[in-house]
């Protein structure tokens, strides 16, 4: 096996660790949410890393029984899925916001978690020599990067939700 697969098969494994770790971290999240929003969210997110996972996995098992790089396209939602999610329950809430503080480092820590596997996917695809390779890692770090702008969203919400809806929605909250 060369040295080039060796790193390949690595950052794969990396990858997939970080994967299952995300979805881990948002199943166990997602139990202890106190509202619809963010267990809808955070299963979510839990769903969209298997998915990473499952083409990460696919891929590192044709590298490692030496068939090379497997025709796997992925192509994600941009967030899409998320969005709706995140647009019906904020509907749902609109007339009964709540603050629920105990969920703000929860968020906080996938905020982290998106940036870290991000960041990876990103310094991954500039130091690979393989083109699917390289659209792949950029792929997935634009859904990374999209999971967190949600994430940041409804921390925002939690926050203050009358702000955030001022800020989204461009109209006045008359508090009421």
């Not at 990473?52 to 696919?58: K, P």
């Not at 396209?73 to 603050?99: C, H, I, S, W």
């Not at 929605?169 to 009421?176: I, L, M, Q, R």
């Amino acid at each position: 096996m060369s040295s080039e697969q060796e790193t390949t098969l690595q950052a794969l494994q990396t990858a997939l660790q970080m994967e299952v770790d995300g979805k881990e971290f948002y199943l166990k999240a997602s139990q202890t949410s106190k509202n619809k929003l963010g267990k809808q969210l955070l299963e979510k997110l839990a769903a969209e890393e298997d998915i990473h996972r499952t083409v990460f996995q696919r891929i590192y098992d044709a590298i490692k029984a030496n068939k090379g790089w497997p025709d796997v396209k992925y192509e994600g939602d941009k967030g899409q899925g998320l969005r709706t999610v995140f647009a019906e329950a904020l509907e749902e809430m609109k007339n009964n916001p709540q603050v629920l503080t105990e969920e703000l480092d929860a968020i906080k820590v996938g905020m982290g978690l998106e940036n870290k596997t991000y960041d990876f996917y990103k310094a991954r695809a500039a130091k690979t020599t393989y083109g699917a390779e390289k659209q792949l890692y950029e792929d997935i770090a634009m859904q990374e990067s999209e999971h967190h702008r949600i994430l940041q969203d409804y921390y925002e919400y939690l926050q203050d939700p009358a702000q955030w809806y001022v800020k989204h929605e461009h109209s006045a909250v008359d508090g009421g």
